[in-house]
């Protein structure tokens, strides 16, 4: 055992499994691509899900990679303890130095670079290179004249006339970090860069910092002879802050970076900001190729919408196919958004959206609705028999961990608002939700389930006549009890919750059969005028584009790296079966009509062909993801 790297490894694996917890399923796509070695740099977008996102690709890449983290984070106790484990490069980020400056100040009107305060103290607060940020705007500090003069480099652009507040951000040299990735990379290290510079929940990338740049050039340029490789990740989250929900990793393939560039940056000046420039570029244009960036929520709406309906609408494709799938529509639709037929096809889908909304129903259950009668009424009544004995089986677990979930939706909003109200790029503070129920939950479980061990052997000390070692033995066996009954209700509720999803489009088929109807009127309509749209212009955009790609995309691909649950029967060929009776086989049929299947789980013995009753995990409908948040409304 390699004793340097026995605490990396240890906890990796720990975080490993506190990921899989949090995750229903985690998929990777391309880790094959990975070099398996000499120096690797992996650049990551988008940066969605603050402390997860290093987490999943140390757990994906398969090799030990550092990541760069806020110097702030350090201070952290929990998570400074993971990152020192992890060998994390700290970095002082000038946005977290920012501070207020004292009086204010206004530009001379003889001169735009000349800034004039009123009782400032400009000697003491800034220092030549340092930055003045006045709302949106800043300026680099060039000479300090006075307490209450002082030059900038650039004119303020957004500055009109009086006295204005303002911020003072100091300029930090990072060139022992520079120096510390360059020494990692020398050694044949990894190291994972997230290039935006912060966590945000936007729909799409935010402008790239150069750092990446310079510490690939920097590395190659300090040490002739290296070949620093450049991997690009794309972090693809179905809910990335709801617990329970599911999570594509895809691995581009590496970049080499160009001898030339290396000798324009060594150049320095104008040459080293084109070597660089030129560098970004190319990692931004790898980036795109495994990220989805949607303009707005609205077109994410309709790029998931239109993927949906495209036909054959019937395959059901897993996660990543699903992410691939969305990528080259998305593409498709901003070189033709301005496109007459593509703006009324998507007023068109919108408006779809909208009535499955009313109906209370998702898309893909909308072909189900065509069934009804006494034998979808018996169905319906056999599920709600399966979701009433699966809540009962599921309450005592529900129970004991609801003080966590209590607490940890409290923390995670609490902290969210905070990460909200201090940043100008985030939307909702959505990124930083997981991160802390994460670790709200790592810290309460244990205690809570120690808790409730300690009343049962206070309750038995007081009540028995065992001894004090017996009694701790049971302590120790119930938070062990505790703990797998939280986890099998845990695994047992997803299935009840795609169980109860199930019924809205039975429930429809019977009391609403006519507006059941004009729904599957208006989805035939819309498949098919999409289908035509895309036949036609997936040529213009993608010189490969194959109609028949869905027909033959293979149903097998990187498994996952955690599922839900096992392999599951396909019902394809399953009539020639001579072993399987008839009205089993009608039993069969009828759960596969509403994507509900027999499947081997983990209620049964290891190995045994035993059908039980769960929801299909061999594929995934996107606007079906269930978290098992919905449970307690958060």
Same mark, same amino acid.
């Given at each position: ?200 929940d936007r729909m799409e990338m935010l402008p790239?910092?150069?750092g990446v740049t310079l510490m690939a050039l ?70 795109k190729s495994v990220t989805l960036n949607a ?154 389930? /120690? ?5 049962? *052997? &206070?309750?038995?000390? %007081? @009540? ?7 009694? $701790? =033995? ?91 649950? /096992? ?5 394809? *060929? &399953?009539?020639?079966? %001579? @072993? ?7 039993? $069969? =049929? ?45």
């Amino acid at each position: 055992m390699d004793l340097k790297h026995l605490g990396y490894d240890l906890t990796v694996s720990f975080m490993t499994f506190i990921i899989s917890l949090f995750f229903r399923e985690i998929r990777p796509r391309g880790s094959h691509r990975i070099p398996t070695e000499g120096p690797v740099i992996f650049v990551v977008a988008p940066h969605a899900n603050q402390f997860v996102d290093p987490l999943l690709v140390m757990r994906e890449c398969k090799r030990r990679v550092s990541f760069l983290i806020a110097e702030k984070s350090m201070h952290q106790k929990f998570v400074g303890f993971i990152a020192r484990m992890v060998h994390a490069i700290p970095v002082i980020r000038p946005q977290d130095l920012v501070r207020k400056g004292k009086g204010t100040i206004h530009i001379d009107c003889n001169d735009m670079l000349h800034v004039i305060g009123t009782n400032t103290q400009f000697t003491t607060q800034l220092c030549p290179s340092d930055m003045i940020l006045m709302g949106e705007d800043k300026a680099q500090v060039v000479e300090i004249i006075s307490d209450t003069e002082l030059m900038i480099k650039h004119e303020f652009k957004l500055l009109d006339g009086g006295e204005h507040e303002y911020k003072c951000m100091p300029h930090v040299e990072q060139a022992s970090v520079y120096q510390s990735v360059h020494d990692a990379l020398n050694s044949g290290g990894c190291i994972t860069i997230f290039p935006e510079g912060g966590s945000h929940d936007r729909m799409e990338m935010l402008p790239l910092k150069a750092g990446v740049t310079l510490m690939a050039l920097g590395a190659m340029s300090q040490y002739p002879g290296l070949d620093v490789k450049i991997v690009p990740v794309g972090l693809n989250y179905f809910h990335a802050h709801k617990f329970r929900s599911r999570a594509v990793i895809e691995f581009g393939p590496p970049l080499t970076i160009s001898p030339r560039l290396v000798e324009m940056y060594e150049q320095g000046g104008q040459e080293k900001r084109q070597a660089c420039g030129k560098l970004l570029n190319t990692i931004y244009d790898a980036l795109k190729s495994v990220t989805l960036n949607a303009e707005s929520y609205e077109t994410l709406m309709f790029i998931q919408a239109a993927r949906r309906l495209y036909k054959p609408a019937h395959r059901k494709l897993h996660i990543s196919q699903v992410v691939d799938l969305n990528r080259r529509f998305l593409i498709g639709y901003n070189m033709n958004k301005d496109d007459p037929r593509v703006v009324e096809l998507e007023e068109r889908v919108l408006a779809y959206n909208q009535l499955l909304k009313y109906h209370g129903i998702k898309d893909h259950q909308v072909p189900k609705t065509h069934v009804g009668g006494a034998h979808t009424v018996l169905l319906i009544c056999k599920r709600l028999f399966l979701v009433l004995l699966l809540a009962l089986w599921d309450f005592p677990g529900a129970i004991l961990n609801l003080p966590v979930v209590i607490v940890a939706n409290i923390i995670s909003q609490k902290k969210a608002a905070e990460a909200l109200k201090s940043s100008k790029v985030k939307i909702a503070g959505r990124d930083v939700l997981a991160t802390w129920k994460v670790l709200v939950g790592l810290g309460l479980v244990p205690l809570l389930y /120690s808790f409730y061990s300690l009343i049962v *052997g &206070l309750v038995l000390y %007081k @009540t028995t006549t065992l001894s004090l070692w017996r009694v $701790l =033995q049971v302590c120790v066996c119930t938070w062990f009890v505790i703990a797998g009954i939280s986890y099998a209700s845990l695994r047992s509720g997803e299935i009840g919750l795609d169980i109860a999803k199930s019924l809205k489009p039975m429930i429809m088929s019977v009391l609403d059969p006519s507006g059941a109807e004009i729904l599957r009127q208006n989805r035939n309509t819309l498949s098919a005028n999409i289908t035509d749209l895309i036949n036609e212009y997936g040529p213009k955009t993608f010189p490969d584009f194959d109609v028949d790609y869905i027909n033959r995309m293979k149903v097998v691909s990187t498994p996952p790296s955690r599922s839900s649950s /096992s392999s599951s029967f396909n019902l394809s *060929g &399953l009539t020639t079966l %001579k @072993t399987f009776q008839p009205k089993f086989i009608d039993t $069969l =049929q009828d759960h596969q009509l509403f994507n509900w299947t027999y499947t081997r789980d983990f209620f049964t013995r290891s190995g045994s062909n035993t059908p039980s009753l769960i929801s299909r995990s061999n594929s995934f409908s996107a606007d079906d993801d269930v978290s098992i948040e919905h449970v307690y409304h958060i």
